[in-house]
Nanobody, 124 residues
Framework: QVQLVESGGGLLQAGDSLRLSCEASGRTFSRYAVGWFRQAPGKEREFVGGIRGSGRITYYADSVKGRFTISRDNAKNTVYLQMNSLKPEDTAVYYC?????????????????WGQGTQVTVSS
């Protein structure tokens, strides 16, 4: 059974930085892509970014490009989401998700394993 556990959420002010972690167990983690998604109240879950299994290729939504960075440490079975220059509109529950391929997809249906989510709240 694959399990993903996010950590690192919190309450911050605009301009702050935060790093989220997604620790995986139960799957040969380094083979698979991991995506980060977020869901704000009343909105659909949206793609934030993703990283291929190798860790050499990353993708980002336009809304976070240049501010967020995804990396992974396969030895620790962990993927990170570094968030800089946070804005109030970044407020959401953030989820990591794994899909059984090396490719990063932007749509939630492609991912079969999800973490429980971690709340990030950014005040102005």
């Amino acid at each position: 059974q694959v399990q993903l556990v996010e950590s690192g959420g919190g309450l911050l002010q605009a301009g702050d930085s935060l790093r989220l972690s997604c620790e995986a167990s139960g799957r040969t983690f380094s083979r698979y892509a991991v995506g980060w998604f977020r869901q704000a109240p009343g909105k659909e879950r949206e793609f934030v970014g993703g990283i291929r299994g190798s860790g050499r290729i990353t993708y980002y939504a336009d809304s976070v490009k240049g501010r967020f960075t995804i990396s992974r440490d396969n030895a620790k079975n962990t993927v990170y989401l570094q968030m800089n220059s946070l804005k109030p509109e970044d407020t959401a529950v953030y989820y990591c998700a794994s899909n059984p391929s090396i490719l990063v997809y932007t749509n939630v249906e492609k991912y079969d394993k999800w973490g429980q989510g971690t709340q990030v709240t950014v005040s102005s």
